[in-house]
């Protein structure tokens, strides 16, 4: 806490100091280097297990099993990745994850953009009894439905097939309360404007509405294929078959096999998580601050 | 799935909230809300609220083989919850970890501040390095990490035996299995608090750190009484995310010891006690009392949190 002598100091010292751009005086240049050093020395560490999971895949499995580390594994093994597709079913659930996670990105921004926009702009009967229901899920840890869940996708037929493991993943209560706040902050001239021009609801919402929410359409678009592509439990109990399976569940299903070399498995894994880390790459700004300001986890 | 907004994003005057609110009561929307309703509700309905439910009624059953029918068993699942020490020694281990992955959090307030020094070259390309873990699929790191601690050519017991100490075997001794899921989980979940916390530190006014200079403060000191008290409320936040998110400790578990790993009963965590319970074992009505305890647990966690900070955090 500051005291209020110092805030009266601050005070004075904002209006004595003709603003620098960076706001600390004396605190350029060479001052940098220990933060440099810090933060180098923690961001090769944050990245090792990707540099050395890269080298393992392009070594050969005596190379990763050797006693000494093979920091360079002289000659490539690019075979390796040509191994994953033959030894394990990496196409199918590269597919599986594919779709899963374009069906359940896309499914949950309609669905939740337009229960969003009713729930922030639209008068109907029951409407903060429904809200408080949908948000009440937001408490409950994902376990409390799987079971339930589990059965629904088992009585439907659904195990081990695209259905089951979409399914409950096309609603998200997450992406209602998140697009819901979007609509509650947007001002309520626009759309007056537009129904005196003769909207009806839905042209309101589609042409007027969801352009000024696309940014945090994005937010969820982002969130969602995050979680899409990384979730285990959910697909790991509808699915039995290692082709029904996403890479998720595929992947964890490999830990213990002894059968899989170790190059391989590396190989595997860096493919499986490469679309998502490019796409993060790529989007880095955008991703950063979208889960900055939704705080998913 | 667990949420919470950083910002209050509400701060619309409230006399023209309500000036709003009551041009929208005025008018009818008739059936179009329904419209963009229902499907959403449908969904929710049969595959959240009717689960939440069916799994409060599980935890008072007990079903037959092959899920044939279901007995009602009264609180008896609730009885063998509160003496199963299988129970408690995946909430200890949950705990453990926990703990140890909220010991990040004091390094990430640090390296945020570091990050966001004004003017810092390259602050972007840190911030995607710090980050990369968090977005990157869990399965597939710990399959990184699976050799990268195992006990005879892992990496980290070669760098150990260079300062000649003889490592373990991570991976299949229940102590050190239960350290390095920690480790994975805290090197996951660093990015994700730095961001957060990054978010925070852009909005300490920098007036604030020169009227520290004028008096004197040295960095150490600013840092103490400028940033740590401006960002005790992501500070909060991110305690209370981390906390819940590592309370869900199951793929990490799941993925870096492997399914079959014979030291799994002494390293589950809560979240995979339910599923070998109601997944391996098919014990539905038990693995939902254990849901529950989940839940209740969680619940009580947040809440004490939440109440700490309104003692704590002063402004906001």
Known sequence: ?297 | MTFRTVNDRSALPAALRSNRRGRAAARHDGFWPWLFVLPLLFGVGVFYIWPILQTAYYSFTTSGAFGSGVTWVGFSNFSRLISDPQLYQSLWNTLIYTAIVLLGIPIAVWLASLINTPGLRFASLYRVLFFLPYVAMPTAVALVWRIIFNGDFGILNYVLSLFGIKGPYWISSPGFALIAVSIVGLWSSLGFSMIILSAGLKNIPPEYYEAAELDGANRWRQFRSVTVPQLAPSIFFVIIITTISSFQLFDLLYALLGPNNPILPDTTSLVFYFYSQGFVANDKGYAAAVAIFIFVLIGIVTIVQFRLQRRWVNND
């Open chain 1, 1 to 297: 806490m500051t005291s209020a002598a110092t805030r009266l100091r601050m005070a004075r010292a904002s209006r004595a100091h003709v603003k620098t751009a960076t706001g600390r005086p004396g605190r350029r240049g060479g001052s940098h280097v220990p933060v440099h050093i810090v933060l180098a020395v923690g961001g090769i560490l944050m990245a090792f297990p990707f540099i050395w999971q890269i080298i393992m895949s392009l070594s050969t499995n005596a190379q990763v099993q050797g006693v000494v580390p093979t920091f360079w594994p002289g000659q490539l093994q690019w075979g390796n990745y040509a191994d994953v597709f033959t030894r394990l079913p990496f196409l199918s659930q590269l597919g599986n994850s594919v779709l899963i996670t374009l069906i359940r990105t896309v499914a949950q921004i309609i669905l939740c953009t337009a229960a969003g926009y009713a729930f922030a702009r639209m008068r109907f009967v029951g409407r903060s009894t429904l809200l408080a229901i949908v948000l009440s899920i937001l408490l409950v840890p994902a376990q409390v439905y799987l079971i339930s869940q589990y059965q629904i996708v088992q009585g439907l037929g659904w195990l081990n097939t695209l259905m089951g493991l979409v399914a409950p993943g096309l609603f998200s209560a997450f992406g209602t309360f998140l697009m819901r706040t979007a609509f509650l902050n947007m001002p309520a001239e626009l759309e007056e404007a537009a129904r005196m021009d003769g909207a009806n609801p839905f042209q309101t919402f589609w042409r007027i509405m969801v352009p000024l929410a696309l940014p945090s359409i994005s937010v969820l678009a982002i969130t969602t294929v995050l979680w899409s592509w990384n979730e285990l439990l959910w697909p790991l109990v509808v699915s039995t078959y290692a082709s029904a399976m996403p890479l998720s569940a595929g992947l964890a299903t490999l830990a213990g096999d002894v059968t899989v070399n170790y190059p391989v498995l590396m190989a595997a894994s860096l493919m499986a998580m490469a679309p998502v880390l490019i796409l993060f790459i790529a989007l880095q700004r955008r991703v950063i601050n979208g889960l900055a300001s939704s705080g998913l986890k």
